[in-house]
């Protein structure tokens, strides 16, 4: 997908978006109707525990997400070693030599691993799309 159609597909998302279907919640004496992004801003003090993904993943209903994550998970389960790799790399901040320690494997066996994931996937792991749409799959796929 090119960057003209990811933004032409958020620009419509924008336009078509009713925001005062959204719920009305009271924050500190305020109202405000919001969108997940900004609910996780006002939510985090009181649950620290919680990042983004998992905020998102628990805001979304199964029903919209799993379409969206059945193929990434299809790649991962298939895989496990690729998997199991991919979870240590997010699981370290993206390091491949922490990721490596972790795993008692050599680093270039997680570059090697990594490298095939985008092979299966057809997507860059140096994409932040492609990052963050595997870190919600996989947080998705931890219920299923």
Known sequence: MTYRAVLFDLFDTLVSFDRTRLPELT???KVVRSTAGQLYEAFHPF???ID???FVV?????????????APLAVLRGNPPLEEA???????D????A???ALHLHPNSI?????RLEQLLGRSLRSPATIAELHIAMIAGRDS
């Open 27 to 29: 924050i500190k004496g």
């Open 47 to 49: 649950a620290p525990g």
């Open 52 to 54: 983004l993904g998992e």
């Open 58 to 70: 628990s805001e979304i209903g199964p029903e919209r997400l799993r379409p969206k994550v059945a």
């Open 86 to 92: 991919l979870a240590a790399y997010f699981a370290h």
């Open 94 to 97: 993206l390091d491949i030599i």
């Open 99 to 101: 990721a490596a320690k």
């Open 111 to 115: 570059r090697y691993r990594l490298s």
